[in-house]
């Protein structure tokens, strides 16, 4: 027990050395204001389906959860209203979508640097375009396992349904490991 608590203590001073919390607070700033352009872009994206109600609902009480009270009318007229939002608007969003999440990886790439001690040999715009970067090539696997997540007993229900009853041990299985 004398070993971890050492080897505790030796972590959290070297965090608190390297300015890990600050880095932590610069991070989770740049999400929160990721996250809420982020919603609006995927609502704007799905009201435009004739097949969204459902995805509406659920990022309605989602929303519902997370916003603080009061805030639920102002969030239902944006995803329920009946005129459509403009493409100008959506390219802006988006815009300011991928630069607030690259400054969500700028921030863990300043902590990198720091906590191994790395020189920063990236000058300003070319750290900025590496983060935009990263932002794509993350957000690439992470849609695809949202919509694994979203739709995937749908996938499975109808892989089932149409491969026959003596393959549904394997494809359970399979979409299990999958999962």
């Given amino acids: 027990m004398s070993r971890f608590l050492k080897h505790l ?3 959290f001073w070297r965090a608190f050395e ?3 919390f600050g880095v932590a607070k610069g991070a989770a700033f740049s999400a929160i204001l990721t996250f809420f352009p982020a919603v609006l872009v995927l609502a704007s994206i799905l ?3 004739q097949s969204s109600e459902l995805f509406v609902r659920e990022i309605f009480r989602a929303m519902g959860r997370i916003l603080p009270e009061g805030t639920n009318s102002t969030v239902a007229q ?3 209203g ?3 939002v403009q493409t100008k608007f959506l390219v802006w969003i988006s815009v300011l979508t991928l630069w607030t999440a690259s400054g969500v990886m700028i921030s863990w790439m300043e902590g990198f640097r720091k906590a191994y001690q790395m020189p920063k040999v990236w000058g300003l715009v070319k750290e900025r375009l590496i983060a935009f970067l990263l932002v794509v090539l993350a ?3 992470m ?3 949202s919509f694994l997540v979203v739709s995937g007993n749908m996938i499975e229900r109808w892989t089932m349904y149409h491969v026959g009853h003596e393959l549904t041990p394997y494809i359970l299985g399979l979409w299990t490991a999958v999962r």
């Fill in 9 to 11: 203590r030796i972590a």
């Fill in 18 to 20: 390297h300015d890990a």
């Fill in 47 to 49: 009201s435009r389906s």
């Fill in 78 to 80: 944006y995803l329920t």
């Fill in 82 to 84: 009946t005129r459509p």
């Fill in 139 to 141: 957000g690439v696997p």
């Fill in 143 to 145: 849609g695809f396992a």
